[in-house]
């Protein structure tokens, strides 16, 4: 599935820029490669926690895994997360 973008060289910094992770997590799920989507939306989380679109990518990724019982479980904790770091979810 990696090879899908390999062939763009993206040196640094420049690999975790909210927009690349974000289209490379589009691309996914419009493959409905749900658990390589989800590990995507995993990385918006870890380099951007204080965007909102990270924390419902995830949740809809484990909608479509684990069913919205797991989903609704990650958007409580984000709503927890987002107070914690300053941000009004």
């Known amino acids: 599935m990696n090879r899908c973008w390999n062939y763009i060289e993206i040196a640094g910094a420049d690999v975790y820029q909210f927009e690349l992770i ?33 924390w419902i990518n995830q949740a809809e990724c484990l909608c479509e895994l684990h069913g919205t019982e797991k989903a609704a479980e990650a958007l409580l904790v984000s709503s927890l997360t987002l107070q914690d770091i300053g941000v009004r979810p």
Do not use: D, F
């Open 22 to 54: 974000e289209s490379k997590y589009l691309t996914l799920i419009e493959a409905k490669a749900w658990e390589y989507a989800e590990a995507i939306s995993n990385m918006m989380l870890i380099y951007h926690p204080n965007r909102i679109e990270g």
